[in-house]
C-alpha cells in the first residue's frame, strides 16, 4: 500500500530530516510508529498524506504521490492530527458539510461509535471538550472507511475508559483493505492493539518488524540478576531486573517500552 | 534465577479459550466467537486473534467450518486437559518445586495444605 524508497525531505532552509528512507506497508495491518520527540514521525506521517513534499526520492501511498493531491487519494485518507481546530457547529453541521468529501462514508457506522463514545450528533463541537472532540474526530476518521488512517497520538487527551473504547473501536471496525498508523508515545494505550512496529531514529527507519517476529525472536523476562548469559538488553525495575533475551522456546508477550530503549541505544534483536 | 515471564498475547487468548472449554461455556460442538467479535470485546489485533485461532485448531481444540465459524471439537476437553498437564509438569510444577527447596518445605508439610486446599474448592476438582 505504501512504498517509500531513497526518500529525502528537508525543511527550508534546514539540515536533512529524512536522508534515505526506505519503507514497504501493506494494508490489513495496525502499524505503530515510534520514535523520540524530534524524531521525525509526525514529518513522516505529513509526508504520506500530501501535507509536506518529499525533496527527492520515490513515495508512492495507494499507487498516488501524494504531493499531487489528487482527489481518488485525497478521499481516500484521513489524518487525525495532534492539534486539530473545528469551526462553531454542530456535529451535524459539520457531517453535511464534510461527509461528502469521503465516498465510502458509513454514518451507521459514526452513529455506533459516538454513542459508544457518549456524544450527541445536536452538540456544539465548540463547546466540546479537548478528550470530545478527540473521539469526534476518531470517530470520523474510522467512518470515512477510507483506505489509510493515520492517527497523530490519537489517545492524548483520551480519559481512562475512552482508552479502552479506542482500542475496542480500532480492532473491530476495519477491513482488511485498511491501514492503520498509529504514532505514539504512550505505547500501553496501543499494546495488543498494533501488529507491526517501526521506529524511527534521526530521521531513518531502524526497526520494522511485526509483533509476530518480535515474539519469534526474542522473549522478555524479569529476574533478580542482569548478569545472564545471551542476554540482549536489560533495565532495573522496582522488582529486579527487566530483560530482553534471544527467545528460547516460548513466546512472552512484548514489553515495547524494553524493546524501544534496547533498538534506539543500537541493540540488534538478531 | 528465577525469570518471571508473561506468556504472549495469542497464548493468553488460547488459555482464556480453553478455560472456557474446561468450565462448560463452551462445550464441545458449541460455536465460539468469531475473530472480529473477540477482537472488539479484547481490543485486540484481529491478526492477533487469529494467530489464537490457528494454534486451537492445529491443536484439534476446535474446527472450522468454513464460511460458518469456528466450533469447539468433540475431542477438545481432553485435548486441552492433556496439553495442561503438561504445562504443569514442564513449567508450574518446577517453580513450585524450586520454591519449596528455598523455603525448605518438604513433600510431607505439603500434604495437608495440598489437602485442605482440594477441599475447599471441591469445583476445581472436576
Not at chain 2, 468469531?34 to 486473534?49: K, Q
Not at chain 2, 485435548?79 to 525448605?104: A, G, M, N, S
Request: hydrophobic fraction near 40%; include cysteine; glycine fraction near 6%.
Amino acid at each position: 500500500m505504501i512504498q517509500i524508497k531513497d526518500l529525502h525531505f528537508a525543511y527550508p532552509r534546514q539540515q536533512a530530516l529524512f536522508n534515505s528512507l526506505t519503507a514497504d506497508l501493506r494494508a490489513g495491518s495496525i502499524t505503530g510508529l515510534l520514535g523520540k520527540n524530534g524524531a521525525g514521525k509526525t514529518s513522516l506521517l505529513k509526508l504520506l498524506t500530501g501535507l509536506l513534499h518529499p525533496v527527492s526520492g520515490e513515495l508512492s501511498v495507494m499507487s498516488h504521490a501524494p504531493r499531487k493531491r489528487e482527489v481518488s487519494f485525497l478521499n481516500d485518507v484521513f489524518m487525525v492530527p495532534e492539534e486539530f481546530y473545528f469551526p462553531t457547529i454542530s456535529i451535524l453541521d459539520y457531517l453535511k458539510a464534510y461527509t461528502p468529501f469521503y465516498p465510502r462514508f458509513d454514518l451507521e457506522l459514526l452513529d455506533r461509535i459516538l454513542v459508544e463514545f457518549e456524544l450527541g450528533k445536536e452538540r456544539n463541537l465548540q463547546r466540546l471538550s479537548h478528550g470530545q472532540k478527540k473521539k469526534f474526530l476518531i470517530a470520523f476518521a474510522l467512518a470515512t472507511r477510507c483506505r489509510l488512517l493515520v492517527l497523530d497520538e490519537p489517545t492524548n487527551g483520551l480519559d481512562i475508559p475512552s482508552k479502552a473504547l479506542f482500542r475496542k473501536i480500532i480492532a473491530g471496525y476495519l477491513d482488511e483493505d485498511q491501514l492503520v498508523i498509529i504514532s505514539t508515545h504512550q505505547v500501553k494505550d496501543v499494546e495488543n492493539l498494533i501488529d507491526k512496529i517501526i521506529i524511527l531514529d534521526n530521521g531513518e527507519i531502524i526497526f520494522q518488524h511485526t509483533i509476530e517476529e518480535i515474539s519469534q525472536k526474542v522473549c522478555f523476562v524479569s529476574g533478580t540478576s542482569k548478569d545472564v548469559e545471551g542476554a540482549i538488553y536489560c533495565e532495573a525495575i522496582p522488582g529486579g531486573f527487566r530483560l530482553m533475551m534471544p527467545n528460547g522456546h516460548a513466546e512472552t508477550e512484548v514489553d515495547i517500552e524494553l524493546l524501544f530503549n534496547a533498538i534506539t541505544n543500537g541493540y540488534k534483536i538478531g | 534465577m528465577e525469570f518471571k515471564n508473561t506468556k504472549g498475547i495469542f497464548l493468553q487468548i488460547a488459555d482464556n479459550i480453553s478455560e472456557k472449554v474446561m468450565e462448560g461455556k463452551y462445550p464441545p460442538g458449541e460455536k465460539i466467537p468469531s475473530v472480529r467479535d473477540l477482537a472488539t470485546e479484547m481490543g485486540v489485533n484481529p491478526n492477533t486473534v487469529m494467530r489464537t485461532y490457528s494454534e486451537l485448531q492445529s491443536r484439534g481444540i476446535i474446527d472450522n467450518k468454513r464460511g460458518v465459524g469456528y466450533y469447539v471439537s468433540n475431542e477438545a476437553i481432553g485435548i486441552i486437559r492433556q496439553w495442561k498437564r503438561q504445562e504443569f509438569f514442564e513449567t508450574d510444577l518446577p517453580l513450585i518445586v524450586k520454591q519449596t527447596r528455598i523455603l525448605d518445605i518438604s513433600f510431607e508439610d505439603l500434604k495437608p495444605y495440598f489437602e485442605s486446599i482440594l477441599n475447599s474448592n471441591p469445583h476445581e476438582n472436576q
